[in-house]
Each structure stands twice: as C-alpha cells, then as structure tokens.
C-alpha cells in the first residue's frame, strides 16, 4: 500500500516470552468514524492517506501497514486488589512505534482488533460505544493538558458484536508514549523472569526515564509522574473507574477509559464504574490506590537488585514520599483554579473549605471553579451565605482572574453527554459526536451547549466497562 507510517519497533526486538506476534483479524466492511489530523501530522502520517480506502482498510485491521510488526503484549494485574497472573492484551494489536516530529516515541495500537492468545475465551473485539467514548474522552484529557493515550483514528466494521445485545463494531487506533504497565513488570516477576524483567526496566528507562541509573531511580521516576498525574485528574473532577495494576501505564499517561466520568456535582466520594461495589476507586481514593499500584510495581522491581533486603528498604523509602509529591502537585494545581500562582500552606484549608462548601450543597464541579472568574460563582450555591463568608477569605489573596481563566475549564466531556452521542452514533448519526468533539477539544472556550450540567432525569449513576 502507499500509505507510510515511519515504523521502528523497538518493543518487538525484546525477548519472545513478552509478546505474541499476530496480526489483526479482518473486519467485513470498515467505514471512517474520525482521523484525528493533528495527532497524524505529529507522528509523520499523511491523514489523507488515513481517509483513503487503503486507509481505512489498515486501520480496521484488513491491510497491513508497511513496516508494522503487530503484536499482543503480555502483562497480568491486581484486579480490585485480586491478582490475576495471565491478562495481557486481549482485543488489541500494537502495530508499531513511530517517533514524531517532537523527538517522542510513541506506539500505534488497533484496539478491538480481535482476539488474541490473552482474550481468554473473549471475542476480542469493541463495540462503537466504548471507542466513541475513549475517543472523546483522550482527546479531551489532551486538551486539558493532562498526560493521555490519544486517538488517532476511529472505524466502524460493518459487523456486530455481542454483549448485552447485537451492537456494531469499532476499531479504535490508540496512540501512547507505550502500553507498558505497571501489571507488565508483574507479569515477568511473578514468574521469575528475571531476563525479561531486566530487559523490560533497561527498556522502559531509556523510553520513559532516561536519566534513570537503575531500579530505584526508575522507581522514583514513576512514582513522581503519578503522583502528578492523579493530582491533574483531581483538579478536573476525573474518575478513572478501574484503577487496576493493568491499568496503570509506567510512562505516567492516562490509560484505559473504561467506566470513566468526570464530576457533576461535587462529592468527593463519588463513584461510577458498576463493577465498583465497594468504592475502592471513588474520586477521593484515587491517590491512596496509586500508592498501592506503585508499592506492586516496586515489589516487582526487587528481583533485579542485588540485596533484596536492601532493596525492600530504598524502595520503601522512596514510596513514602509519594504523600508529599501529590500533595505539593495537587496545591499547585488547585491553587491555580482559585487564581493563586504562589500558594502557601495555608491556601490548603482555603480551597479544602471550597470543597466542603461544594460537596455539602452539590455544586458542579466544573462549573463552580469556572465561575470564580465572573461575578456568579455565588450561584452555585444553595447557602450563598456561607459562599460569601469565603469568598471574603478568598479575595484577600488577590485571586488572577486570568491564571483562572486559562486553568479553569468551561467544558469537560460530560457523562449524558456521552450517552446521547453514543447513542445517536449506534442509530447511524455520528453528529453529536462530532459536536461534542470539536467542544471537549476546545475546553476553555465558553460553549453552553456543552457546559449545562445533567438534569435529573439525564443524570447517569453508573458507567460500564467496554468489555
């Protein structure tokens, strides 16, 4: 074909035992749901070309692109705290790894591309509601400037896939700095691998940390980019659902956007995902689950140090500063939404007193911090005078309403939001998708349409997994 992606695959040169090597099935009739041009453009890949029939033909898994080496990687995972030693990919092909005109290794991946040796007995396959739904959400997370896989592209397969009902098929081709997760490095040491364990940390140092001199510094490495990253959910209301081992990517990027929602109204005990009876991934847990996630991934470090003992003891201590990176990460990033570039301690208890006042009278989330900047943020709440009597507090900071302006989002991808468009789009008509799109991606331009909470009879409760 005459479509040319720059393929180097890097992942595909490492011992045999990381991976399977197979390509995806093929699909009936693949159709064009979206090329995403700027991500096409920054991996050197002509989106027109994506748009061709060669095109969509590749990335529905038909045709090959030249220079791929399409594989399912291995991992395993805690799984809501249970270990599960076989997982892996599932419903996806890694195609390859393309370095952009940025200098960043990134990996092309078909997800629901069919099965493979790690679907244990599943079809492999995705539906278009969960690749509409990661579309937009990824998508939106970029634009937030939050770490993300992205989408590069998105197509239906003509055909249709079981779950719940008949429901048609998509493809989705996901982009990351890599797919390696922290339930990789489980997989390897659970198994005594210590060779492909090596061979993994020396490569996930010189893709992701490349100043790391050995396991401790790769350690302190991840934990720092996650404890950045969960303080930057936080700050946008974001609920991952199913924070698991296997869901928790080593280059600190967001991955998997299962049964994920961002906040309405604000409660920090808030959960979505229906699998989550126990809320163990509730909004306000989320950094004490990273903690434990990071604590599996040291553990699975220890084989590769010569004194285990020693290494349990450096690693420990490297874990326990994960409380105060967060907590510094999490002030910078809430200071800036109440106007404050320069937070001091005490600017803490100013924004948790907000909160308080937020979850006591449901305030949106979203729509409260993007408020603070105009003279209605007392509208959204119920006990204006209690919003007042802080807000006196607040103004004696001398709040920026620019530095507001430009953290604060007018629109986040919204959960009935989502619904509706995926709904609209398993009827045929992908222009709520499209719609919601081009607002999620433009989050801090007013756009009303896009930024009016749920009413009570839109509100969803809970959000599935796309499995």
């Known amino acids: ?138 998508e939106a997370m970029h634009a937030l400037r939050i770490p993300t896989t992205r989408a590069l592209a998105a197509v239906t397969t003509g055909e249709t896939v079981r779950r719940e009902a008949a429901l048609p098929g998509a493809v989705l081709t996901r982009v990351a700095q890599s797919h390696i997760r922290v339930g990789t490095f489980q997989f390897f040491a659970s198994r005594n691998d210590t060779i492909a364990l090596r061979a993994l940390a020396d490569h996930v140092r010189a893709r992701h940390y490349p100043d790391a001199k050995g396991p401790a510094d790769l350690l302190r490495g991840m934990m720092t980019q996650q404890a950045r990253l969960i303080a930057a959910w936080a700050a946008v209301g974001f609920i991952h659902g199913v924070m698991n081992t296997d869901n928790m990517a080593v280059s600190g990027e967001t991955i998997d956007y299962g049964p994920c929602a961002f906040l309405d109204a604000y409660h920090p005990d808030t959960v979505f995902s229906s699998i989550d009876h126990q809320g163990r991934y509730a909004y306000a847990n989320q950094p004490h689950v990273a903690l434990w996630n990071i604590a599996q991934f040291a553990t699975a470090l220890v084989p590769l140090m010569p004194d285990s003992a020693a290494a349990v003891a450096e690693f420990t201590d490297i874990i326990n500063h994960f409380p105060e990176v967060y907590e510094a990460a999490w002030l910078g990033r809430f ?24 979850a006591q009278d449901g305030a949106d989330f979203t729509n409260t911090f993007a408020a603070l900047s105009t003279e209605t943020a007392r509208d959204q709440f119920l006990n204006r005078d209690d919003f007042d009597a802080w807000a006196k507090r607040w103004q004696t900071r001398k709040p920026a309403k620019k530095l507001m302006a430009r953290t604060n989002p007018q629109v986040i991808p919204r959960t009935h939001l989502i619904e509706a468009a995926i709904r609209a789009g398993t009827d045929g008509d992908l222009g709520p998708f499209h719609a919601m799109l081009a607002a999620v991606t433009t989050p801090f331009t007013a756009n009303p349409t896009f930024a009016t909470p749920p009413r009570d009879n839109e509100k969803v409760r809970q959000t599935f997994c796309g499995t």
Do not use: C
């Open 1 to 138: 074909m005459t479509l040319h992606i720059p393929f180097d695959n890097s992942y595909a040169r490492l011992p045999s035992q990381m991976f399977s090597a197979l390509p995806p099935t093929p699909v009936r009739a693949p159709a064009l749901i979206a090329v995403n041009d700027d991500l096409a453009q920054l991996l050197g890949i002509d989106p027109t070309g994506l748009r061709g029939p060669e095109g969509i033909q590749a990335l529905a898994g038909n045709m090959p692109f030249i220079g791929a080496h399409p594989i399912a990687q291995a991992y395993a995972g805690h799984q809501f705290g249970h270990w599960n030693p076989q997982l892996g990919d599932g419903r996806a092909i890694l195609l390859g790894e393309v370095i952009g005109s940025d200098g960043i290794r990134r990996d092309i991946q078909l997800k629901g591309a069919g099965p493979t040796p790690y679907s244990r007995s599943g079809d492999g396959r995705a539906w278009l509601g969960p690749v509409l739904r990661e579309y937009l959400v990824s």
């Open 335 to 358: 200071a800036a939404k109440i106007g404050l570039s320069d937070p001091t301690p005490d600017d803490q208890t100013l924004i948790e007193d907000l909160l308080a006042l937020m």
